[in-house]
């Protein structure tokens, strides 16, 4: 990713930035009380706050974050929780580090933030890691086009993601009462799945 944004990110760790709540959203919390725990990937894992949650419901979880000093914080959060976490500082457009696939991947605000132009590289690594049937968990800012100003997923990039996952929910709402949003919750096929090993 640019330097600049890389920067930028690592900067907003100093202090508390506005997206690191510290608790974990109620849509995950309801995911991990209807699913049996497997293995599980969070893009944009800032400081730990999901990957903690993940863990105690007895997740197998990954963590990765480019920011190195949220990665730093996280890794001190994490310490005190029973079940080992694994965390890591690369990019999720790149993610050479990573090859196994993950029964949930989960982005709470990650995708949004990422440049248009390697979107398709973030997307790429989703598909390739995520298992057979299994959950991509998204929340993301929305907007109509690329032309509106700001973080935002596409009615374009949502059409491109249901060509290759199946889109099993999407709730609409707002961020802090001003920013379109949406919580989405999509499958892998199984049939394309399989077309990738």
Known sequence: MEIFKRLYFNLRYIGRPPWDSGVSPPELISFLKNNPPSTALDMGCGTGT?????AKYDWQVTGVDFAPRAIRIAKRKTRKVRQPVRLMTDD???????NERFDLI???????????????????NVLRLLSLNGTYLLYAFTKESIEEPGPGVTNEELTSLTNELELINREDGT???WKSSAWFTFKGFAEKSKTRE
């Open 50 to 54: 999901n990957v903690i949650t993940l």
């Open 92 to 98: 999720v457009t790149v993610l050479t580090q990573l």
């Open 106 to 124: 989960l982005d709470i605000g990650c995708m949004h933030s990422i440049p248009v132009t390697l979107r398709n590289r973030y997307m790429g």
């Open 175 to 177: 961020e802090r009462g």
